[in-house]
């Protein structure tokens, strides 16, 4: 599917100890795969800071804090067709933050939220339950195609 996706990664703070690139494709590749999404698909995904991640959730969610992922679906003019489906931010160290305080393996919880952020740019959400239930089945299905347990148990 590498031709289907088209991926921009970047850091905004050291990448020791944090995902690749390669990874990031993987994850967004299984989510897109898992969404039944066949047309060419093209998102950023920028690994933030507290400081951004909290400057990004409180702006543009008007929540004070950082969090772990956050979703910004790409808003076209109507007639315009791009295979762009937005961009992912997610905040390291909170990331890191819940993995141990979860007892999760990092690369466990960091595939789960690139693939719940991609599954908020296809439209899915989990403001009411029954949304709530099917993206948290279609993220369970995704990861354990990718040998990962389910997060939610």
């Known amino acids: 599917m590498s031709r289907q996706l088209a991926l921009a990664v970047g850091y905004a703070v050291p990448r020791a100890g944090l ?23 093209e998102l950023a995904i920028r690994i933030v800071d507290l400081d951004e991640g909290c400057a990004l959730n409180r702006d543009y969610r008007g929540k004070d804090y950082a969090t772990n992922v956050l979703s910004f679906p790409a808003e076209l003019p109507p007639g315009v067709a791009l295979p762009l489906i937005g961009d992912l931010a997610i905040c390291a160290p909170v990331v ?22 991609v599954l908020h740019l296809l439209g899915y959400d989990h403001i009411e339950d029954a949304e709530a239930e099917t993206m948290e089945t279609l993220e369970t ?3 354990a195609g990718l040998g990962i347990a389910d997060p939610y148990a």
Do not use: C, N, Y
């Open 19 to 41: 995902p690749s690139a390669a990874s990031f494709r993987r994850w967004a590749e299984a989510a897109l795969r898992g969404a039944r999404r066949r047309k060419p698909a």
């Open 96 to 117: 890191l933050r819940e993995a141990a305080e979860q007892g999760k393996r990092p690369r466990d919880h960091w595939a789960h939220l690139t693939i719940h952020g």
């Open 141 to 143: 299905r995704i990861l």
